[in-house]
């Protein structure tokens, strides 16, 4: 089973197979129409169809080369930077309406700093002060764009 | 002569203050995002579409341009200094300029960089305004079922193009398409694809989408690779090349600048297509006793490319301005910071619009020529900036992805989308599924859905429509010899070639 998770093609296709299964299957929600008079379930469903196909010969394709791909020194995910970067990106999405724009750029960048494998916290500290100043004069001061500064503001 | 007036109509809106400072900005930016590597001008343009609301919409057009093509150049100065090509485009100029750098002639080939690229930039401006007009027209008669095909040639044609796997690339662009069906269907008004949330029945965004990938995904990939990054702080020595330097080149910028422009209108090509393909052809040409050798410092290898790359970055303008019809991932944007002003893309744009036409295609022209004024003189600044480490820079480049996402609708869900695409669009790099078709394929997608609509209800559901339309059977012709050609052995081989030259 390893083997078979090192091969790029194969998990590609394989995803694309998934992805094409849920716009087909789902595409069904939707009245189909005629050719003629096309319902919102046409194209879709044409699409799904296409996308299962084609993942079908990436997958095939992958398949072919299990070999070279089983010999290969995988794909080396590295999820620790990924899931970091995710969730402070998310946490900022919650932060600048409730808390405002410093507290989401401070969380934002104190989260995703973590993820460089130089880290320096006085850097970091340092560039959250700079961003906050910056992004204050450029976006609420400058261009006027409707966002809380401060969680009480 | 019409072209005089037109372009006389143009210089007069791009000659303004405020559009020569927008150009300005646009061209500063683009060369910063050019020589900083882990950001192209893609996530740029995606991060300062929403702060162009505030502009008028030829001012925001003229910016957005400026730092497309301020990237080639910004692209080229990394390339020849430290090896590191800030930009896809400018993976061939590292061959032979860094070499040229190595033997103390950095100068030299910097400056004819530049030449080149604004030898190039005059020429293909011209071409686009000559050439504008009567493919809009041409494209005024141009009905759903030629509008349908013309657009799945657009996307095959972008497959041959992009490099890495064909079967992928398709599955990406019908990927892209399926994601375009999200949202609100506009014939019948069912919400498809939404899975009840209410922020999806208007379709997912597709400044969060490209930002997501190309922005947060660049970032996620460079983070795993740790940096390796080292800045060659030699003597820049004398900018202007010698007379011999010159006339070594002048034949490579003109068949750079002639090819570049070409393969730009083609779909998928644009800057990157256009430099590869160039200094293979150069190198051709030379043959093996070129002195010095290609790879070794020949400077031709230098101009041509940055030639080509800068051509084909401006005439990718026509198929946008003529047809309404991207052909890469950064038209596509265009496409959004159009549609953000209420302008329809496409052949009407030149009637309708006349002012915003010729002064978008004037500002090339002015910002070519102030990237040759400016960059020269301020290449000692763009080396420093170099020296900034990636841990100091991807976390001002994620501020303003998540800001320039938040402020499209004052939106959280927004945000979180740009964070689920990031995570997609490490995955699809992992995968070695190349993004920008899928960026194509989105934008494309309900244009694509619509005409064929339309098509077929014109043609009471016979699909021979397609075939019987003279315009729309010539585009599907061409589509099938496409794949014909792409599928024939020798192709695929000498494919692979042009595009494993890094």
Not at chain 1, 86 to 112: E, K, N, Q, Y
Not at chain 2, 74 to 92: D, F, K, M, Q, R
Request: with cysteine; charged share 10%.
């Amino acid at each position: 089973m390893n083997q078979f998770l090192k091969n790029k093609d194969l998990l590609a296709g394989l995803m694309f197979i998934a992805i094409g299964l849920i716009f087909f299957v789902g595409a069904y929600n939707y009245s189909m129409g005629t050719a003629a008079r096309m319902g919102p379930g046409y194209f879709p469903r044409i699409l799904g169809g296409l996308l299962v196909f084609m993942g079908i010969l990436v997958a095939g394709v992958g398949l072919k080369n299990q070999a070279k791909a089983a010999a290969s020194e995988g794909i080396g995910w590295t999820w620790t930077p990924v899931v970091l970067v995710t969730v402070a990106v998310i946490l900022f999405g919650l932060a600048l309406p409730r808390l405002g724009m410093v507290a989401a750029v401070i969380v934002l960048i104190a989260l995703s700093g973590f993820a460089a494998h130089d880290k320096n916290y006085r850097e970091l500290a340092l560039i959250a002060v700079a961003m906050c100043v910056f992004c204050a004069a450029v976006f609420i001061w400058g261009l006027n764009l409707q966002m809380k500064l401060w969680p009480w503001s | 002569m019409d072209l005089i007036t037109n372009l006389g109509v143009g210089f007069s809106v791009a000659l303004t203050f405020q559009n020569v400072l927008y150009a300005l900005i646009g061209c500063l930016l683009g060369t910063l995002i050019g020589v900083l590597p882990g950001i192209g001008p893609v996530a740029t343009i995606a991060m300062l579409l929403p702060t162009t609301y505030v502009l008028p919409p030829v001012s925001a057009l003229i910016m957005l341009a400026g730092i497309y093509y301020g990237a080639q150049y910004g692209g080229s100065t990394t390339a020849i200094l430290v090896n590191l090509p800030g930009e896809s485009s400018s993976v061939v100029t590292a061959l032979d300029g860094y070499q040229m750098a190595r033997k103390g002639r950095a100068g030299a080939a910097l400056g004819m960089a530049a030449i080149g690229s604004f030898i190039a930039g005059t020429f293909s401006t011209l071409l686009v305004a000559a050439f504008a007009p009567p493919l809009s027209e041409a494209a005024l008669k141009f009905g759903p079922a030629d509008y349908f095909s013309l657009m799945i040639l657009g996307l095959i044609a972008a497959v041959v193009l992009a490099h890495g796997s064909v079967l992928k690339a398709i599955a990406m662009i019908i990927l892209g398409i399926a994601l375009g069906l999200v949202g609100t269907d506009v014939n019948s008004g069912v919400a498809r694809y939404s899975f009840d949330t209410p922020e999806l029945t208007d379709g997912i965004g597709f400044v969060a989408v490209a930002m997501g990938i190309f922005g947060i995904g660049e970032i996620l990939i460079n983070l795993e690779r740790g940096e390796a990054r080292e800045v060659f702080t030699s003597k820049v020595g004398k900018l202007l090349p010698s007379w011999q330097d010159f006339k070594h080149s002048f034949g490579a910028i003109a068949r750079g600048t002639g090819l570049g422009s070409l393969l730009g209108v083609l779909p998928g090509g644009g800057a990157l297509l256009a430099s590869f393909s160039s200094y293979s052809l150069e190198k051709k040409l030379a043959g093996a006793n070129a002195d010095p050798p290609f790879g070794k410092g020949n400077i031709r290898g230098v101009a041509a490319p940055e030639s080509a790359n800068n051509a084909g970055a401006q005439t990718s303008f026509i198929p946008l301005l003529t047809l309404g019809i991207p052909p890469n991932a950064v038209m596509a944007l265009m496409v959004g910071a159009m549609t953000i002003h209420n302008i329809q893309p496409g052949p009407q744009v030149i009637t309708a619009n006349p002012q915003l036409f010729w002064g978008l295609i004037a500002s090339m022209w002015v910002g070519n020529l102030m990237l040759v004024i400016l960059n020269l003189p301020l290449i000692g600044m763009w080396v420093q900036l170099l020296k900034i480490p990636y841990r100091l820079l991807y976390p001002m480049i994620l501020v303003f992805c998540c800001i320039g996402v938040y402020t499209v609708n004052n939106n959280t869900f927004d945000v979180w989308v740009i964070a689920a695409f990031g995570v997609i669009g490490y995955i699809f790099a992992k995968l070695e599924c190349e993004p920008a078709p899928l960026l194509l394929g989105f934008i494309l997608g309900p244009m694509m859905e619509e005409n064929l609509r339309r098509a077929l209800l014109l043609s009471r559901g016979d699909p021979m429509v397609f075939l019987q339309r003279p315009i729309s059977a010539t585009m599907l012709v061409l589509s099938v010899l496409l794949l014909i050609v792409l599928a024939l052995p020798a192709i695929r081989k000498k494919r692979e070639e042009t595009f494993v030259e890094d």
